[in-house]
């Protein structure tokens, strides 16, 4: 890395390649080697989150050392609190075109899952490095020389790292993340999913119908409440395949495509082994009652499988927990008060944002009766527990009970502290009403 305070004193611009919403690119030469290179330059140079952003990119970059990801060639990003220095980022040149369905609109089905399978091991790679890419899509996938053999990652202006302790703001809630190929509700402002790998396993997904449906998906359902590969288009071209592959198509798009992340692929790996499912599939693979439980057992034994099992229990253990404490924290209020909480119980209204348990805090004699509603939601590292309370029909409330690192066992002292100061303070104010 360079001290220049701009690109112009090492490189020589050839071309200008584009614009883009953190910076513009060209194609420049260093001056002293001739070697060629793609480089950014940071629009907004004044604007302090942009360019600790950039200088974020360039550390997860400096991270990876992958054959499919554009290694950095130079930078002055590590001068980011100096707006002296124009900031940029050079990487390697890779020629090639970005991924476009002309491409493969006459490949076979073999061929676009190959694509989808080396994605996906790209990402596998650095999530297993603690960054997500958090914008995949295909502007920012390069075929190289044009080949559908040999694909490139690039773009990480976006991504979030986890081994950065100090970036935590540069996605504040209120700004909203993904790009116009897939909107993901997790991406929404406002929602606590930002930093979450299992949204960039969604966007591999998204290339997957892209080159095999020849459009984007856009958003997980439309204003038909349909998922993408349930439009006319889709449906029309899935089903000239046969019934073997069709039915493994469609309940890949079933499970990458769902409007809760929780229910989507967990891991790169879990859509890998997907693939290969339907890479290896035969029509004669289920052709008698023994084959058939054969193969049941088979897919119960696949790590993929293992994961979502893992996690399911995981939550189950945690939404029980969760259950004992509020439970715990309302009877001890006395005679009169009570806390009924169902899993999936008679109310569902926030289930569709993913939350599990409900149930109502209520009092017939004070005249107090609150809904409230538990959703566990897992990101790459974290596991986060919230809470909504419908205080009356004018006021929802909603609050973390906990994020903590996935791996800790869950910290119920403190869950029960939180609940507690939340549950009494509301009942308080229901009562002075």
């Given amino acids: 890395m360079g001290k220049a305070k701009t690109?112009?004193?090492?490189w020589v611009k050839l071309a200008d390649l584009g614009a883009g919403g953190q910076g513009s690119t060209i194609i420049a030469e260093r001056i002293q080697h001739k070697k060629p290179a793609v480089i950014k330059i940071l629009h907004s140079q004044n604007d302090r989150e942009r360019r600790a952003r950039m200088h974020r990119e360039t550390a997860s970059l400096s991270t990876l050392f992958h054959e499919s990801i554009p290694q950095i060639l130079d930078s002055n990003t590590e001068y980011w609190e100096d707006k002296n220095y124009k900031l940029f980022i050079a990487t390697e040149l890779i020629p090639g075109s970005n991924l476009s369905y002309e491409l493969f609109k006459n490949e076979s089905l073999a061929a676009k899952i190959n694509l989808t399978k080396k994605l996906s091991e790209i990402v596998k790679y650095f999530h297993?490095?603690?960054?997500?890419h958090r914008d995949i899509k295909p502007d920012n996938i390069i075929l190289k020389n044009n080949s559908i053999e040999d694909q490139f990652i690039i773009d990480f202006g976006l991504s979030f790292n986890f081994?950065?302790?100090?970036?935590?703001?540069?996605?504040?809630?209120f700004q909203q993340l993904g790009n116009r190929f897939l909107l993901l509700p997790e991406q929404k402002v406002g929602e606590a999913g930002k930093r979450d790998m299992r949204s960039d396993v969604t966007?591999?997904?998204?290339?997957?119908y892209y080159v095999m449906i020849g459009?984007?998906?856009t958003v997980l359902s439309d204003g038909q409440n349909a998922m993408p590969h349930q439009r006319a288009k889709a449906k029309e071209i899935i089903n000239l395949f046969p019934r073997h592959q069709r039915d493994l198509i469609n309940q890949i798009f079933d499970i990458g495509f769902n409007s809760?992340?929780?229910?989507?692929?967990?891991?790169a790996l879990s859509l890998i082994n997907m693939l290969i499912m339907l890479e290896q599939s035969t029509p004669s693979e289920l052709d008698n009652i023994d084959s058939i439980q054969k193969f049941i057992i088979k897919e119960s034994d696949r790590d993929a499988y293992k994961e979502i099992r893992r996690i399911n229990e995981l939550k189950q253990s945690m939404y029980s927990t969760i259950l004992d404490l509020s439970r715990k924290i309302i009877t001890e209020l006395g005679a009169g008060w009570s806390l009924d909480q169902y899993f999936f119980g008679p109310s569902r209204k926030y289930e569709d944002q993913g939350y599990r348990l409900n149930g109502k805090i209520g009092n017939e004699l004070m005249g107090v009766g609150m809904d409230t509603f538990v959703g566990i939601f897992m990101t790459g590292s974290e596991i986060i527990i919230k809470c909504k309370v419908d205080v009356d029909d004018?006021?929802?409330l909603d609050f973390d009970i906990i994020r903590q690192p996935v791996s800790l066992e869950l910290q119920s002292e403190f869950c029960r502290g939180v609940l507690r100061n939340r549950f009494l303070g509301l009942i308080v104010d229901k009562i002075n009403k």
């Fill in 203 to 208: 966007y591999l997904v998204g290339i997957f």
């Fill in 394 to 396: 004018n006021q929802t």
């Fill in 260 to 267: 809760l992340i929780d229910r989507r692929f967990q891991t």
């Fill in 215 to 217: 459009e984007e998906p």
């Fill in 7 to 10: 690109y112009k004193e090492d």
């Fill in 128 to 132: 297993s490095a603690g960054i997500v």
């Fill in 163 to 173: 081994n950065e302790n100090d970036n935590d703001n540069l996605t504040p809630n």
